[in-house]
């Protein structure tokens, strides 16, 4: 969510190594995902297209209106309009164009753009760790092995999902820090189910007894409950580690002395979850959260460290959204724009 991080106004959440990234680099006040919730705004990332006009309006396996008695809208006076479950192989992804151009690509985490046949792989990635249909990490251990994930083999008992995936995408840029390379690490955290690190989780239970709210946690919105505090043990600890594996890829960039030389970008694919699903944060002074089209469904933090371009300690508040990450890409690639494919973009 937008305030999630120290950078963007947590108190509660502790996020050192993003933090420190953000002084090396632009901070974008005002970026947005493409849609609310999770696969549109991916698409939109991979394609440089509104999730509307890919049809990929909801995340991939939600209701669809003619099973709309199993989503949670079916009594409300409009139901979701019917949607493509994948995104369309037609599309020329940021991928694949770079892959034509010379680079290596990697993709780690969460992908949640269809089923098989519509996998990294497919879509221009040469090396795919863990990306499959499924949008959160739901096999036999969660968030840690064993993973129940058929592209993403186990790891050594206690292994934490967000490490491993710093770990593989850390592995391949060593194995390509001479060659230009497109590493797209996205991470599956933080996510449902909310299951932290039990360190990380003793921890901020300790901290969260500390936290002065003058005020109710929750109030009512429609028909949900609104978190009007951040002071959620489980989901601070995953925020940590989140952070830590970023910390991990941002370090391993500056072992290989290819930091001046790699563009790095943050962000998240929708607002902080603060309405439903144990309405683990809040993204005040931002209205709501995951799922709603208010601000706080679609605003999100957004970093980038373009060395010998951007400025440090910069400031940016011109708006921008996740479907502009195509054609900036190329631009900084030198690889001629597409405009037919990233039309809104």
């Given at each position: 969510?937008?305030?999630?991080?120290?950078?963007?106004?947590?108190?509660?959440y502790?996020?050192?190594?993003i933090?420190?990234?953000?002084?090396?680099?632009v901070?974008?006040?005002?970026?947005?995902?493409?849609?609310?919730?999770?696969?549109p705004?991916?698409?939109?990332?991979?394609?440089?297209?509104?999730?509307?006009?890919?049809?990929?309006?909801?995340?991939?396996?939600?209701?669809?209106?003619?099973?709309?008695?199993?989503?949670?809208?079916?009594n409300?006076?409009?139901?979701?309009?019917?949607?493509?479950?994948?995104?369309?192989?037609?599309?020329?992804?940021?991928?694949?164009?770079?892959k034509?151009?010379?680079?290596?690509?990697?993709?780690?985490?969460?992908w949640h753009?269809?089923?098989?046949?519509?996998?990294?792989?497919?879509?221009?990635?040469?090396?795919?760790?863990?990306?499959?249909?499924?949008?959160?990490?739901?096999?036999?251990?969660?968030?840690?092995?064993?993973?129940?994930?058929?592209?993403?083999?186990?790891?050594?008992?206690?292994?934490h999902?967000p490490?491993?995936?710093?770990?593989?995408?850390?592995?391949?840029?060593s194995?390509?820090?001479?060659?230009?390379?497109?590493a797209?690490?996205?991470?599956?955290?933080?996510?449902?189910?909310?299951?932290?690190?039990?360190?990380?989780?003793?921890?901020?239970?300790?901290?969260?007894?500390?936290?002065?709210?003058?005020?109710?946690?929750?109030?009512?919105?429609?028909?949900?409950?609104?978190?009007?505090?951040?002071?959620?043990?489980?989901?601070?600890?995953?925020?940590?580690?989140?952070?830590?594996a970023?910390?991990?890829?941002?370090?391993?960039?500056?072992?290989?002395?290819?930091?001046?030389?790699?563009?790095?970008?943050?962000?998240?694919?929708?607002?902080?979850?603060?309405?439903?699903?144990?309405?683990?944060?809040?993204?005040?002074?931002?209205?709501?959260?995951?799922?709603?089209?208010?601000?706080?469904?679609?605003?999100?933090?957004?970093?980038?460290?373009?060395?010998?371009?951007?400025?440090?300690?910069?400031?940016?508040?011109?708006?921008?959204?996740?479907?502009?990450?195509?054609?900036?890409?190329?631009?900084?690639?030198?690889?001629?724009?597409?405009?037919?494919?990233?039309?809104?973009?």
């Amino acid at each position: 969510g937008w305030t999630d991080l120290g950078c963007y106004g947590s108190s509660f959440y502790e996020t050192p190594n993003i933090d420190s990234f953000s002084k090396k680099a632009v901070k974008f006040t005002d970026a947005y995902a493409a849609c609310p919730v999770c696969s549109p705004t991916r698409a939109s990332i991979m394609t440089g297209k509104h999730p509307a006009r890919l049809n990929t309006t909801d995340w991939f396996g939600a209701p669809q209106p003619y099973n709309v008695e199993k989503h949670w809208t079916r009594n409300k006076p409009l139901i979701p309009a019917e949607y493509i479950e994948h995104m369309p192989l037609e599309e020329i992804t940021i991928a694949e164009v770079l892959k034509e151009n010379g680079y290596s690509t990697f993709f780690a985490g969460k992908w949640h753009l269809g089923k098989e046949g519509f996998y990294p792989e497919d879509q221009g990635f040469d090396i795919n760790k863990g990306g499959w249909e499924r949008g959160g990490p739901y096999g036999p251990g969660k968030y840690f092995t064993p993973y129940g994930n058929p592209k993403l083999e186990d790891g050594p008992e206690g292994e934490h999902l967000p490490d491993r995936l710093a770990q593989e995408t850390i592995d391949f840029i060593s194995m390509q820090k001479d060659n230009p390379f497109f590493a797209y690490l996205s991470f599956y955290s933080v996510h449902t189910p909310l299951i932290g690190r039990p360190d990380l989780v003793e921890k901020y239970q300790v901290k969260s007894e500390s936290v002065d709210f003058d005020g109710e946690d929750f109030i009512p919105i429609n028909n949900n409950q609104w978190r009007q505090v951040q002071n959620h043990a489980v989901y601070a600890a995953m925020v940590e580690a989140m952070d830590e594996a970023v910390g991990r890829v941002l370090n391993a960039l500056d072992s290989l002395n290819i930091s001046d030389n790699t563009v790095v970008f943050f962000m998240s694919d929708n607002g902080g979850l603060s309405t439903s699903e144990g309405h683990p944060t809040t993204n005040l002074p931002l209205k709501a959260g995951k799922g709603w089209l208010y601000e706080g469904g679609i605003r999100e933090p957004m970093i980038i460290r373009w060395p010998g371009v951007s400025e440090p300690n910069n400031l940016c508040n011109y708006p921008v959204t996740s479907t502009d990450f195509y054609p900036t890409l190329l631009e900084m690639a030198d690889i001629p724009l597409r405009p037919d494919q990233h039309i809104d973009g």
